[in-house]
């Protein structure tokens, strides 16, 4: 493990956008044989813009923006936004990692390929109770205190936009957040689901969706259903053009031996209007606690705490399913090791992912774990430089892509 004090410690800062840049200035052809055969000419210098971009385009995110501070050609190539960043080598998903409070946000975040962490001043979220969701490079925060507030924002780049208000009012019983960018036209769908309790009706729960479509800069509200028994939550995604929803037994229909959570499914294509969700719910595979959906390359992965069978708010291990054809089949669980290696594990812990990578985090602790799902590989990331200052202290995070060639 590395210390922040160590030469070996690296972290870069977000606002290399505004980054000095140094304009070296050109060897000129006039100067006579002698002095000319004793300067040494820079590879860049004889490579044309594109062929420099290509050479770019295969370093990593982190090393490319490093790269905008050499010289003023550089800089421009680097923030330019041209297609050859559309064509740059895959990067794995970074997790930014902040604490839990009343303060403007801030905090680190950490890039599984060079395995470092780097300072990161994230814009636009205001407070951590700010719902989120990420895809394709773009990050979609809804405010907390004014849900039909939403931003839209490239992390890496520093662009954002307010979209407009979303409908439902300001406030909510349950609201949930997605967004899924189309990777080739860069346009994205932003859909928040939400749930309200009806007035006086302890059982009845009217949930509603609505659809923001960024091509055409407009929401439209298809589906409500009213929920019986049960209600909606803060978690869902958009996964092969389905909209996944995790819903909730009030407790009062349910027997004991049923399942307390299901996932509702509302296809984004066809967009019904007239069907009951409810009546095609998935259970989930146990009880569970934290359970979180995640769009990993189009395929729906189900992350949660395994409650223990006479006492299901209380965790026995962490488990990963996969959906398909309408079943859950397990993935892997978290080896005992790696469940006591997070220490003060309070039975409450963010997990998110993208492309084929998990991540897991108690809130009680800074620590954080990856999962690969291709390679069943479970690892510790480098320790994070965000400590724990006092007992009650909680940390979250979520994942994003690197991206250099989207807008939002």
Same mark, same amino acid.
């Given at each position: $493990?590395?210390?922040?004090?160590?030469?070996?410690?690296?972290?870069?800062?977000?606002? %290399?956008? /505004?980054?000095?840049?140094?304009?070296?200035? *050109?060897?000129?052809?006039?100067?006579?044989?002698?002095?000319?055969?004793?300067?040494?000419?820079?590879?860049?210098?004889?490579? &044309?813009?594109?062929?420099?971009?290509?050479?770019?385009?295969?370093?990593?995110?982190?090393?490319?923006?490093?790269?905008?501070? +050499?010289?003023?050609? =550089?800089?421009?190539?680097? *923030?330019?936004?041209?297609?050859? =960043?559309?064509?740059?080598?895959?990067?794995?998903?970074?997790?930014?990692?902040?604490?839990?409070?009343?303060?403007?946000?801030?905090?680190?975040? !950490?890039?599984?390929?060079?395995?470092? =962490?780097?300072?990161?001043?994230?814009?636009?979220?205001?407070?951590?109770? =700010?719902?989120?969701?990420?895809?394709?490079?773009?990050?979609?925060?809804?405010?907390?205190?004014?849900?039909?507030?939403?931003?839209?924002?490239?992390?890496?780049?520093?662009?954002?936009?307010?979209?407009?208000?979303? &409908?439902? #009012?300001?406030?909510?019983?349950?609201?949930?957040?997605?967004?899924?960018?189309?990777?080739?036209?860069?346009?994205?769908?932003?859909?928040?689901?939400?749930?309200?309790?009806?007035?006086?009706?302890?059982?009845?729960?009217?949930?509603?969706?609505?659809?923001?479509?960024?091509?055409?800069?407009?929401? +439209?509200? &298809? %589906?409500?259903?009213?929920?019986? /028994?049960?209600? /909606?939550?803060?978690?869902?995604?958009?996964?092969? #053009?389905?909209?996944?929803?995790?819903?909730?037994?009030?407790?009062?229909?349910?027997?004991?031996?049923?399942?307390?959570?299901?996932?509702?499914?509302?296809?984004?294509?066809?967009?019904?209007? *007239?069907?009951?969700?409810?009546? $095609?719910?998935?259970?989930?595979?146990?009880?569970?606690?934290?359970?979180?959906?995640?769009?990993?390359?189009?395929?729906?992965?189900?992350? /949660?705490?395994?409650?223990?069978?006479?006492?299901?708010?209380?965790?026995?291990?962490?488990?990963?399913?996969?959906?398909?054809?309408?079943?859950?089949?397990?993935?892997?669980?978290?080896?005992?090791?790696?469940?006591?290696?997070?220490?003060?594990?309070?039975?409450?812990?963010?997990?998110?992912?993208?492309?084929?990578?998990? !991540?897991?985090?108690? !809130?009680?602790?800074?620590?954080?774990?990856?999962?690969?799902?291709?390679?069943?590989?479970?690892?510790?990331?480098?320790?994070?430089?965000?400590?724990?200052? %006092?007992?009650?202290?909680?940390?979250?995070? %979520?994942?994003?892509?690197?991206?250099?060639?989207?807008?939002?």
């Amino acid at each position: $493990m590395l210390a922040m004090g160590s030469e070996e410690w690296e972290l870069y800062p977000s606002s %290399f956008i /505004g980054a000095q840049v140094i304009d070296y200035g *050109h060897v000129s052809g006039d100067m006579d044989d002698d002095q000319s055969g004793d300067l040494a000419v820079s590879m860049d210098a004889v490579l &044309p813009d594109d062929l420099l971009e290509k050479v770019l385009s295969f370093l990593p995110v982190a090393s490319v923006i490093r790269s905008g501070s +050499v010289c003023k050609r =550089w800089h421009e190539i680097v *923030h330019a936004r041209r297609q050859t =960043w559309s064509k740059m080598v895959p990067q794995k998903p970074w997790y930014f990692m902040f604490t839990c409070s009343e303060e403007a946000v801030s905090g680190f975040t !950490y890039d599984p390929s060079l395995r470092k =962490w780097y300072g990161f001043d994230f814009p636009c979220i205001e407070k951590t109770t =700010w719902s989120i969701s990420s895809s394709s490079g773009l990050v979609c925060l809804m405010d907390s205190e004014d849900r039909s507030r939403i931003i839209v924002c490239n992390p890496i780049t520093k662009d954002w936009k307010r979209l407009v208000d979303a &409908p439902g #009012g300001k406030s909510a019983d349950y609201s949930a957040l997605a967004i899924s960018v189309t990777r080739t036209s860069h346009q994205y769908m932003v859909a928040v689901a939400r749930c309200n309790q009806v007035p006086s009706e302890y059982y009845q729960w009217e949930f509603t969706i609505h659809l923001y479509e960024s091509e055409i800069n407009t929401w +439209v509200s &298809p %589906f409500t259903e009213l929920l019986i /028994g049960w209600r /909606g939550g803060d978690e869902c995604v958009i996964c092969d #053009g389905v909209l996944y929803y995790l819903v909730y037994s009030t407790g009062v229909l349910v027997n004991n031996n049923e399942h307390r959570h299901c996932l509702l499914m509302y296809d984004l294509s066809t967009r019904p209007t *007239h069907t009951s969700l409810m009546s $095609m719910a998935i259970p989930v595979p146990c009880p569970l606690t934290c359970g979180r959906l995640m769009n990993l390359n189009e395929r729906l992965v189900l992350v /949660g705490g395994i409650g223990k069978q006479d006492r299901p708010g209380i965790i026995k291990g962490i488990g990963i399913w996969e959906l398909w054809n309408k079943e859950w089949h397990e993935v892997a669980r978290m080896p005992h090791k790696f469940f006591q290696g997070f220490g003060e594990f309070d039975d409450v812990f963010a997990s998110c992912g993208a492309d084929d990578l998990i !991540y897991i985090q108690s !809130y009680g602790s800074p620590a954080l774990l990856t999962f690969e799902l291709n390679q069943k590989l479970w690892k510790w990331s480098l320790k994070s430089p965000v400590t724990k200052r %006092f007992p009650l202290q909680l940390f979250t995070g %979520f994942s994003f892509e690197p991206r250099l060639d989207i807008a939002s």
